[in-house]
C-alpha cells in the first residue's frame, strides 16, 4: 500500500511533477541567494521548453527562508509535507543544512546544495554542488602564502561554515609556517564593522581572510574603504563575496581585493556566454551571474539526468543513477562524485571596479571533492573511527555557536533583570516622590494664593498642579451657574494629557451635565470604574461609558459669597483607582481654593475700581494729545497757508513788472543797435564834426559806451531772467493752483526748494559754504500733495543747514579743519510701485536717544529762539498719514545724519515696507 502512494506522489496523474525552490528571498542573505533562485527557475524553464522529464513539466515552489535556519527547517517541512514535491533545491548557510537533515530523513527526499561549505560530511540525501575546502580554501591559502601573504586576519560570520573555514585555516597556516594574527566572528545581522576593522588596522596583517556572507559583504567593504585601509595595503581574500554583492558596493571599495570560487561570469567560454546572455535576456541586462548562481543552474540538470537514468522520480534509484552523472557546465567539465560532491576546477580572481573578476589563477585540472580531507579514502586501520570523530567537528562547533548564542541571550535576560530591578526602585522612588509632592502641592498653592490674588491665576495653578500630581488624563474646574437652567455648568480651566491630544475626547462639559446635581450632593464624587459604580443609575452609568470615560473623582468648592464651584478629574485610558490620600488631598485643595476664591473676589472688586479710574484718566490722557496734535496741526497748517499766499502774492506782484521789463528789453536792444549803427553812418559821412559835438564825444568817452551798452543790455536780461526763475520757484514752493494731490515731477519740487534756500549755502563769516550733489534717479510722475511735500523738503534741507553751520562755527572756533559740508540728495524708484528720496549731510549726526523723539511734537535740539520743534513732526504726519510713506532717519554721532523719505507713486498702490526701514528705523 504504502509503494503506491509512493508511486502515485512520484508520478501526479497531471502529467506534472512538483519540485521545491527554498532560498532567503528575504533578510541579510537575499542580496546572495535570490539569484540562485531565479538561477534554478531559468533551468526548469528551459527543460520544460525542451519537453520537460520523463514527459512530465516540472512544476516549482518557490518558498523564501528568511535568511534565518530554523525558518529553512520549517519550509522544508511545508514543501515536503504539504507541497508533496519529490525534491528540493536551495539552501546557503551550513546551519540551516543541518537542521533540514533530519526532514529530509524523515520523509526520504533529497536536497540539493549549491554552495561551497566547510566538508566533514557526507549524508545521503543531499547532493552538495557547491565547493569543498580543499577545492577553494586550501588552494586560496596556498596561493596567498606563495605571494608573500603570511599573517593572516580571519573574519566570519557566527555560525558552522566560517567557524570550520578558520580552523581548517589555522591548521594550514600551522603547516605552511604562517600565523593567524587575530580573528572575529560577527552576528548575521551585524551592520557596523567599525571594532573589527579597527582591531585590523592594530594586528596589521597581511591579509584578511574573509567567510562574510550576504549583506555583510556589502558593509564590511564600504566601512573597510572609509577606515582608509587600501587593497594594496591589506588585502581581502573572501569565499562568499559573488558578483551579486558586488553590484552595491562602490568601485573604489571594492577595486584590488581578491575572491577565491569554481566560476566567475567573466570566464571566456562559449557554454558560460550562452549561459550569461540567456540569463540576461530573461532577467535584465543589469543582472549578473555568479558562482552559487552557476551551480544552482547546473545541479538542476544533473537531477534531471539522473532522473532519466532512473526513470524515476524515486530517492533511491535517483541517487544511485546520479553518481557518475557528468555535465558541460558553465564552469566547465563537472562530475559527481559518490561521496554526493562534484569535481570542480578553482579560480582566484582579483576584483575591477566594473564588479567582475579578473583571473589570477586557475587550478591546472578539476579537484576531485575531499570532504574528509581524504582520510576515507586512505588505507588506515581507523579510518572509520577518523571519519566519525570528523563528523563530529562541525556538530560541536554548531553546539559552541548554539552555546555562546544562550550565553548572549542570558547576558541580556540578566540585563533585563537589573533593568526591572531598578525600575522597582524607580517606582518605590516615585512614591516617595508623590508623597512629597502632595505636600509640595499644598505649599504651592498657599504660597500662590499668599501671592497673587488673581483668581484665573490661582484656578489655573491648581488645575495644572491636580493634573501632575494625580497624572491622569484631564483636570477641569468648573463654575455652576445657578440661576440658569441650561448648561449649569461652565468650564473656568482645563488641562489634557499630551498622549491624548490626537484622541477624540468629549467637550470638557459633557461628563459634568451627564452627573448634574449629583455632583454637588455626593460631593465628593468617588468613582474608579464608571460601569460599575453604584452611585450612578442606569442612565448616567450608559451616556458616560458611551463618552470614553472609566474613572472619576470630582469635590464642589462652595465660597462665603455664594458661589459654587467643581474639581474634576477623569480618567479615559484604562481603569484608575483613587487612594484615600488623593481624596483628602484634593478635599483640602477644594478648601484652599473656597478661600482664595473669596479673597480673589475683594481683590478684583478693588481693581475694578482702581481700573475705571485708571481708564478716566487714560482718556483725558489721549484728548490732551488729541488737542495738542489739533494744535499743532492748526498752526503749521495756518503758518503755511499764510506763508504760501505771502509768497505767492510776492512772486505775482513780481512777476507783473519784471515781465514788463524782460519783454521791453528786446526792443531796448534793438532800438540801441539802430542807434548805434546811425551814428557810425555819420562818422562815416561826416569825419570831421562841429567842435561842439567833438568835445561831448571826448567828455563822455562815447568808444566806451558804444562798447558797453550791449554788455549792460545783456545783464540786464540776465537779471530779468534770475528774477522770473526766483518767482517761478517761489510758485512752485507754495503751489497754490496744486492744492488736489495729482502726479507731479519730485525733482522740480526739490529743485525750487534748493533755489529758495541758495543763499544758505553761498560762503558766508563763520560758514565754509555747503556743496550740495544732486543724484537723481530715474522717476516717474508720482501722485501726491505737491505743495505739502515741498515743506518738507524745506524742513529737512532747513535742519540739514543749520546742523552743517553749527559744525562749521565749533571747527571755525576750535581752529579744527574739518571736511567741506555737503549735502547729498539721491532720489531712485525702490519697488515698481514706490519711490525714494534720501537727502544726507556730513554733519555732526544724532545721538539714539534724540533719534527716539526725532517726530515728536516741539521737540527740538537747537537753543531757545530758533526753533519751534515742529518741522519734523509735521513732516512726519504729511509723509505718513497723508501720503501713505514713511519716514525715518539713519545717524549716529559722528557719521552724519540721512533722512529716508519713501511715498507709493500712485496712492492707490498696495503698502510695501522696504528691507532699508526694517532694519534702520530705531528701537
Same mark, same amino acid.
Request: hydrophobic residues 40%.
Given at each position: 500500500?504504502?509503494?503506491?502512494?509512493?508511486?502515485?506522489?512520484?508520478?501526479?496523474?497531471?502529467?506534472?511533477?512538483?519540485?521545491?525552490?527554498?532560498?532567503?528571498?528575504?533578510?541579510?542573505?537575499?542580496?546572495?541567494?535570490?539569484?540562485?533562485?531565479?538561477?534554478?527557475?531559468?533551468?526548469?524553464?528551459?527543460?520544460?521548453?525542451?519537453?520537460?522529464?520523463?514527459?512530465?513539466?516540472?512544476?516549482?515552489?518557490?518558498?523564501?527562508?528568511?535568511?534565518?535556519?530554523?525558518?529553512?527547517?520549517?519550509?522544508?517541512?511545508?514543501?515536503?509535507?504539504?507541497?508533496?514535491?519529490?525534491?528540493?533545491?536551495?539552501?546557503?548557510?551550513?546551519?540551516?543544512?543541518?537542521?533540514?537533515?533530519?526532514?529530509?530523513?524523515?520523509?526520504?527526499?533529497?536536497?540539493?546544495?549549491?554552495?561551497?561549505?566547510?566538508?566533514?560530511?557526507?549524508?545521503?540525501?543531499?547532493?552538495?554542488?557547491?565547493?569543498?575546502?580543499?577545492?577553494?580554501?586550501?588552494?586560496?591559502?596556498?596561493?596567498?602564502?606563495?605571494?608573500?601573504?603570511?599573517?593572516?586576519?580571519?573574519?566570519?560570520?557566527?555560525?558552522?561554515?566560517?567557524?570550520?573555514?578558520?580552523?581548517?585555516?589555522?591548521?594550514?597556516?600551522?603547516?605552511?609556517?604562517?600565523?593567524?594574527?587575530?580573528?572575529?566572528?560577527?552576528?548575521?545581522?551585524?551592520?557596523?564593522?567599525?571594532?573589527?576593522?579597527?582591531?585590523?588596522?592594530?594586528?596589521?596583517?597581511?591579509?584578511?581572510?574573509?567567510?562574510?556572507?550576504?549583506?555583510?559583504?556589502?558593509?564590511?567593504?564600504?566601512?573597510?574603504?572609509?577606515?582608509?585601509?587600501?587593497?594594496?595595503?591589506?588585502?581581502?581574500?573572501?569565499?562568499?563575496?559573488?558578483?551579486?554583492?558586488?553590484?552595491?558596493?562602490?568601485?573604489?571599495?571594492?577595486?584590488?581585493?581578491?575572491?577565491?570560487?569554481?566560476?566567475?561570469?567573466?570566464?571566456?567560454?562559449?557554454?558560460?556566454?550562452?549561459?550569461?546572455?540567456?540569463?540576461?535576456?530573461?532577467?535584465?541586462?543589469?543582472?549578473?551571474?555568479?558562482?552559487?548562481?552557476?551551480?544552482?543552474?547546473?545541479?538542476?540538470?544533473?537531477?534531471?539526468?539522473?532522473?532519466?537514468?532512473?526513470?524515476?522520480?524515486?530517492?533511491?534509484?535517483?541517487?544511485?543513477?546520479?553518481?557518475?552523472?557528468?555535465?558541460?557546465?558553465?564552469?566547465?567539465?563537472?562530475?559527481?562524485?559518490?561521496?554526493?560532491?562534484?569535481?570542480?576546477?578553482?579560480?582566484?580572481?582579483?576584483?575591477?571596479?566594473?564588479?567582475?573578476?579578473?583571473?589570477?589563477?586557475?587550478?591546472?585540472?578539476?579537484?576531485?571533492?575531499?570532504?574528509?580531507?581524504?582520510?576515507?579514502?586512505?588505507?588506515?586501520?581507523?579510518?572509520?573511527?577518523? &571519519?566519525? +570523530?570528523?563528523?563530529?567537528?562541525?556538530?560541536? =562547533?554548531?553546539?559552541?555557536? !548554539? /552555546?555562546?548564542?544562550? @550565553? $548572549? *541571550?542570558?547576558?541580556?535576560?540578566?540585563?533585563?533583570?537589573?533593568?526591572?530591578?531598578?525600575?522597582?526602585?524607580?517606582?518605590?522612588?516615585?512614591?516617595?516622590?508623590?508623597?512629597?509632592?502632595?505636600?509640595?502641592?499644598?505649599?504651592?498653592?498657599?504660597?500662590?494664593?499668599?501671592?497673587?490674588?488673581?483668581?484665573?491665576?490661582?484656578?489655573?495653578?491648581?488645575?495644572?498642579?491636580?493634573?501632575?500630581?494625580?497624572?491622569?488624563?484631564?483636570?477641569?474646574?468648573?463654575?455652576?451657574?445657578?440661576?440658569?437652567?441650561?448648561?449649569?455648568?461652565?468650564?473656568?480651566?482645563?488641562?489634557?494629557?499630551?498622549?491624548?491630544?490626537?484622541?477624540?475626547?468629549?467637550?470638557?462639559?459633557?461628563?459634568?451635565?451627564?452627573?448634574?446635581?449629583?455632583? &454637588?450632593? +455626593?460631593?465628593?464624587?468617588?468613582?474608579?470604574? =464608571?460601569?460599575?459604580?453604584? !452611585? /450612578?443609575?442606569?442612565? @448616567? $452609568? *450608559?451616556?458616560?461609558?458611551?463618552?470614553?470615560?472609566?474613572?472619576?473623582?470630582?469635590?464642589?468648592?462652595?465660597?462665603?459669597?455664594?458661589?459654587?464651584?467643581?474639581?474634576?478629574?477623569?480618567?479615559?485610558?484604562?481603569?484608575?483607582?483613587?487612594?484615600?490620600?488623593?481624596?483628602?488631598?484634593?478635599?483640602?485643595?477644594?478648601?484652599?481654593?473656597?478661600?482664595?476664591?473669596?479673597?480673589?473676589?475683594?481683590?478684583?472688586?478693588?481693581?475694578?475700581?482702581?481700573?475705571?479710574?485708571?481708564?478716566?484718566?487714560?482718556?483725558?490722557?489721549?484728548?490732551?494729545?488729541?488737542?495738542?496734535?489739533?494744535?499743532?496741526?492748526?498752526?503749521?497748517?495756518?503758518?503755511?497757508?499764510?506763508?504760501?499766499?505771502?509768497?505767492?502774492?510776492?512772486?505775482?506782484?513780481?512777476?507783473?513788472?519784471?515781465?514788463?521789463?524782460?519783454?521791453?528789453?528786446?526792443?531796448?536792444?534793438?532800438?540801441?543797435?539802430?542807434?548805434?549803427?546811425?551814428?557810425?553812418?555819420?562818422?562815416?559821412?561826416?569825419?570831421?564834426?562841429?567842435?561842439?559835438?567833438?568835445?561831448?564825444?571826448?567828455?563822455?568817452?562815447?568808444?566806451?559806451?558804444?562798447?558797453?551798452?550791449?554788455?549792460?543790455?545783456?545783464?540786464?536780461?540776465?537779471?530779468?531772467?534770475?528774477?522770473?526763475?526766483?518767482?517761478?520757484?517761489?510758485?512752485?514752493?507754495?503751489?497754490?493752483?496744486?492744492?488736489?494731490?495729482?502726479?507731479?515731477?519730485?525733482?522740480?519740487?526739490?529743485?525750487?526748494?534748493?533755489?529758495?534756500?541758495?543763499?544758505?549755502?553761498?560762503?558766508?563769516?563763520?560758514?565754509?559754504?555747503?556743496?550740495?550733489?544732486?543724484?537723481?534717479?530715474?522717476?516717474?510722475?508720482?501722485?501726491?500733495?505737491?505743495?505739502?511735500?515741498?515743506?518738507?523738503?524745506?524742513?529737512?534741507?532747513?535742519?540739514?543747514?543749520?546742523?552743517?553751520?553749527?559744525?562749521?562755527?565749533?571747527?571755525?572756533?576750535?581752529?579744527?579743519?574739518?571736511?567741506?559740508?555737503?549735502?547729498?540728495?539721491?532720489?531712485?524708484?525702490?519697488?515698481?510701485?514706490?519711490?525714494?528720496?534720501?537727502?544726507?549731510?556730513?554733519?555732526?549726526?544724532?545721538?539714539?536717544?534724540?533719534?527716539?523723539?526725532?517726530?515728536?511734537?516741539?521737540?527740538?535740539?537747537?537753543?531757545?529762539?530758533?526753533?519751534?520743534?515742529?518741522?519734523?513732526?509735521?513732516?512726519?504726519?504729511?509723509?505718513?498719514?497723508?501720503?501713505?510713506?514713511?519716514?525715518?532717519?539713519?545717524?549716529?554721532?559722528?557719521?552724519?545724519?540721512?533722512?529716508?523719505?519713501?511715498?507709493?507713486?500712485?496712492?492707490?498702490?498696495?503698502?510695501?515696507?522696504?528691507?532699508?526701514?526694517?532694519?534702520?528705523?530705531?528701537?
Amino acid at each position: 500500500m504504502s509503494s503506491l502512494v509512493a508511486q502515485r506522489t512520484m508520478n501526479p496523474p497531471d502529467g506534472t511533477v512538483r519540485v521545491g525552490i527554498l532560498h532567503s528571498l528575504s533578510g541579510p542573505l537575499a542580496i546572495s541567494e535570490s539569484s540562485l533562485k531565479d538561477a534554478a527557475l531559468m533551468a526548469i524553464a528551459e527543460i520544460n521548453q525542451a519537453g520537460g522529464v520523463l514527459g512530465q513539466a516540472i512544476v516549482p515552489v518557490v518558498e523564501d527562508s528568511a535568511s534565518d535556519p530554523y525558518v529553512f527547517e520549517q519550509k522544508a517541512r511545508k514543501l515536503l509535507k504539504n507541497e508533496q514535491v519529490v525534491t528540493l533545491f536551495g539552501g546557503w548557510s551550513s546551519t540551516g543544512r543541518k537542521l533540514v537533515l533530519p526532514v529530509l530523513e524523515e520523509f526520504d527526499r533529497l536536497l540539493w546544495y549549491p554552495v561551497q561549505y566547510e566538508g566533514l560530511e557526507c549524508s545521503k540525501y543531499i547532493f552538495y554542488t557547491g565547493a569543498c575546502p580543499n577545492q577553494q580554501v586550501e588552494p586560496a591559502v596556498n596561493w596567498l602564502f606563495q605571494h608573500q601573504h603570511r599573517r593572516f586576519y580571519l573574519l566570519g560570520m557566527d555560525y558552522v561554515f566560517p567557524r570550520v573555514a578558520n580552523k581548517i585555516i589555522k591548521a594550514r597556516l600551522k603547516q605552511l609556517g604562517g600565523m593567524t594574527v587575530g580573528e572575529a566572528y560577527p552576528a548575521l545581522e551585524t551592520t557596523d564593522y567599525r571594532s573589527v576593522i579597527e582591531q585590523i588596522k592594530q594586528a596589521r596583517p597581511d591579509v584578511v581572510f574573509s567567510t562574510l556572507n550576504g549583506n555583510g559583504n556589502v558593509e564590511f567593504y564600504q566601512q573597510y574603504h572609509a577606515a582608509g585601509i587600501s587593497a594594496a595595503e591589506i588585502p581581502i581574500m573572501a569565499v562568499s563575496v559573488t558578483e551579486d554583492e558586488l553590484q552595491r558596493i562602490t568601485p573604489a571599495a571594492m577595486a584590488g581585493h581578491y575572491a577565491t570560487w569554481s566560476y566567475f561570469q567573466s570566464i571566456d567560454s562559449l557554454p558560460n556566454q550562452a549561459f550569461v546572455e540567456r540569463f540576461k535576456t530573461l532577467y535584465g541586462a543589469e543582472r549578473v551571474t555568479s558562482d552559487p548562481v552557476e551551480a544552482a543552474y547546473s545541479q538542476v540538470y544533473l537531477w534531471k539526468q539522473a532522473v532519466e537514468t532512473a526513470e524515476s522520480f524515486e530517492t533511491h534509484p535517483v541517487r544511485c543513477a546520479a553518481y557518475g552523472q557528468t555535465l558541460i557546465a558553465p564552469s566547465g567539465f563537472i562530475q559527481i562524485e559518490p561521496n554526493h560532491h562534484v569535481w570542480k576546477s578553482c579560480r582566484i580572481g582579483e576584483i575591477l571596479p566594473t564588479g567582475q573578476f579578473q583571473s589570477l589563477y586557475v587550478s591546472e585540472r578539476s579537484i576531485k571533492p575531499q570532504p574528509w580531507f581524504g582520510v576515507d579514502e586512505s588505507d588506515l586501520r581507523d579510518s572509520a573511527l577518523i &571519519l566519525d +570523530l570528523l563528523a563530529e567537528v562541525p556538530q560541536v =562547533i554548531q553546539y559552541s555557536c !548554539q /552555546l555562546e548564542r544562550k @550565553s $548572549r *541571550e542570558l547576558e541580556v535576560a540578566m540585563a533585563e533583570l537589573v533593568n526591572t530591578n531598578q525600575h522597582l526602585q524607580q517606582a518605590k522612588n516615585q512614591l516617595l516622590e508623590l508623597t512629597k509632592r502632595e505636600e509640595l502641592l499644598k505649599r504651592r498653592l498657599s504660597i500662590q494664593i499668599r501671592s497673587t490674588l488673581e483668581l484665573e491665576t490661582i484656578v489655573r495653578t491648581a488645575v495644572q498642579e491636580i493634573h501632575h500630581l494625580f497624572e491622569i488624563d484631564r483636570c477641569e474646574f468648573l463654575w455652576y451657574n445657578q440661576s440658569e437652567e441650561a448648561a449649569r455648568f461652565k468650564l473656568a480651566h482645563e488641562v489634557s494629557a499630551p498622549h491624548l491630544t490626537h484622541r477624540s475626547l468629549p467637550p470638557p462639559t459633557i461628563a459634568v451635565e451627564v452627573l448634574g446635581e449629583i455632583l &454637588l450632593k +455626593l460631593s465628593p464624587l468617588w468613582i474608579d470604574n =464608571i460601569a460599575t459604580a453604584p !452611585q /450612578l443609575d442606569t442612565r @448616567s $452609568r *450608559e451616556a458616560l461609558t458611551d463618552l470614553g470615560l472609566v474613572s472619576l473623582l470630582a469635590i464642589a468648592i462652595y465660597t462665603n459669597s455664594g458661589q459654587i464651584g467643581a474639581i474634576v478629574c477623569e480618567h479615559y485610558s484604562g481603569s484608575r483607582s483613587w487612594s484615600t490620600d488623593e481624596v483628602e488631598l484634593l478635599q483640602d485643595v477644594a478648601d484652599q481654593l473656597a478661600i482664595a476664591i473669596d479673597q480673589a473676589e475683594l481683590y478684583a472688586q478693588s481693581r475694578a475700581t482702581a481700573a475705571a479710574a485708571q481708564a478716566q484718566a487714560q482718556r483725558l490722557t489721549q484728548a490732551l494729545a488729541e488737542l495738542r496734535t489739533t494744535q499743532t496741526q492748526l498752526i503749521q497748517t495756518e503758518k503755511m497757508s499764510s506763508l504760501g499766499q505771502l509768497v505767492a502774492g510776492i512772486a505775482h506782484e513780481i512777476n507783473n513788472p519784471v515781465n514788463f521789463i524782460y519783454g521791453n528789453l528786446s526792443y531796448a536792444n534793438e532800438y540801441t543797435q539802430d542807434l548805434l549803427k546811425l551814428i557810425d553812418l555819420y562818422q562815416q559821412h561826416y569825419p570831421e564834426p562841429a567842435l561842439e559835438i567833438q568835445q561831448h564825444r571826448q567828455t563822455n568817452d562815447f568808444e566806451f559806451l558804444v562798447a558797453d551798452l550791449p554788455k549792460m543790455l545783456s545783464s540786464m536780461r540776465v537779471g530779468a531772467d534770475r528774477i522770473r526763475q526766483i518767482v517761478l520757484s517761489l510758485r512752485n514752493f507754495s503751489r497754490l493752483d496744486e492744492s488736489e494731490m495729482k502726479p507731479v515731477n519730485i525733482h522740480e519740487g526739490i529743485d525750487s526748494t534748493l533755489l529758495i534756500l541758495q543763499n544758505r549755502f553761498k560762503v558766508r563769516p563763520g560758514s565754509q559754504g555747503i556743496e550740495v550733489i544732486k543724484q537723481y534717479g530715474d522717476l516717474p510722475q508720482v501722485e501726491c500733495y505737491a505743495g505739502q511735500l515741498n515743506q518738507v523738503f524745506m524742513n529737512i534741507l532747513s535742519n540739514a543747514i543749520d546742523a552743517l553751520d553749527s559744525q562749521s562755527e565749533a571747527a571755525i572756533a576750535s581752529g579744527l579743519t574739518e571736511p567741506a559740508p555737503t549735502i547729498t540728495i539721491r532720489t531712485e524708484v525702490l519697488h515698481p510701485e514706490r519711490v525714494a528720496v534720501r537727502i544726507q549731510d556730513n554733519g555732526p549726526g544724532m545721538a539714539a536717544f534724540v533719534v527716539q523723539r526725532l517726530f515728536d511734537p516741539f521737540f527740538t535740539t537747537k537753543p531757545v529762539g530758533q526753533g519751534t520743534g515742529l518741522g519734523l513732526s509735521i513732516s512726519y504726519q504729511i509723509i505718513v498719514e497723508k501720503h501713505r510713506g514713511t519716514l525715518w532717519c539713519n545717524t549716529q554721532p559722528g557719521t552724519g545724519a540721512e533722512f529716508w523719505i519713501e511715498i507709493p507713486i500712485s496712492q492707490s498702490a498696495p503698502f510695501l515696507v522696504s528691507e532699508a526701514e526694517a532694519a534702520s528705523v530705531p528701537e
